[in-house]
């Protein structure tokens, strides 16, 4: 189906990870049907059978890729030059309000121990019809509980998605 | 090499679809005819867009005429 020509109002955006860490090939990334719909929950447009809600995150962080530029400069050139060089993936630290039973968040603390998981993640924006998806494979290198007396406590993690592995896809 | 087995090893990697596209050689006419016959929103589109990207038909076309 042909992407939505609209603004997303307030991009409404919602997270979702896979619950058997089975990331997909890079290729797969970039498929709806029957690869990232299965992450997406119902409530975002998808179907779900293989994915779990990032449901008590505060908000989904900026996404993409970083800057990297060198920049370079000719003598008696009045401005200088920038080239975009090798960049890294946006790391993506989020905070979220701490239940301990909380199965997305119980994943995520395993696989903080672990360093070494490999998960598909999804950041799906839906406006109750279609469902614009960034699905990538990351890792997650942090798990923080803040337990503040004055507030709830959160949990603060990151993740890093692995180069190359993202693909954008729509219902 | 084969368009199908092209397909095979995009669907299976996890680097750069550009990056890999671009050391596999493909006839760009077998392609533009499988690309054709994908169903749009699957991973075989995928990889045959990626693929054609590389090996686009009016390249193939101009070496022809120069033959």
């Keep these: 189906m042909a992407l939505p020509s609209k603004v997303l109002p307030g991009f409404v955006a919602s997270m ?3 619950t058997t860490a089975s990331p997909f090939t ?53 401005q200088s030059d920038k080239i975009p060089t090798q960049s890294a993936p ?9 239940n301990p039973s909380d199965a997305g968040l119980l994943l995520i ?8 998981v490999d998960r598909t993640y999804v950041v799906a924006a839906y406006d109750g ?17 803040d337990a503040q007396p004055g507030a709830e406590a959160k949990a603060v993690f990151t993740i890093h998605p692995r180069g190359n592995q993202y693909g954008w896809s729509n219902s | 090499m084969k368009v199908a087995d092209a397909v095979e090893v995009l669907a299976t990697t996890y680097l750069s679809l ?11 006419s ?5 690309l054709a016959k994908a169903k749009l929103d699957t991973t075989e589109f995928v990889c045959l867009t990626i693929l054609a990207k590389y090996n686009p038909v009016a390249q193939t076309i101009e070496q022809l005429t120069e033959e």
């Design chain 1, 16 to 18: 979702w990870m896979q």
């Design chain 1, 26 to 78: 890079t290729a797969n990334l970039a498929v709806w049907t029957a690869q990232v719909a299965t992450i997406v929950g119902t409530s975002a447009g998808g179907t779900g059978a293989a994915g779990t809600a990032l449901a008590t995150i505060e908000a989904v962080p900026a996404f993409g890729q970083d800057d990297a530029v060198a920049n370079f400069s000719v003598a008696g050139s009045r």
């Design chain 1, 90 to 98: 946006t790391s993506m630290t989020i905070t979220a309000a701490w």
């Design chain 1, 109 to 116: 603390r395993a696989d903080a121990y672990s360093g070494l």
């Design chain 1, 129 to 145: 019809t279609n469902t614009v998806a960034y699905a990538f494979n990351g890792r997650v290198g942090q798990f923080q509980i």
């Design chain 2, 18 to 28: 550009d990056a890999v596209a671009q050391g596999l050689e493909v006839k760009a």
């Design chain 2, 30 to 34: 077998e392609v533009a005819t499988a």
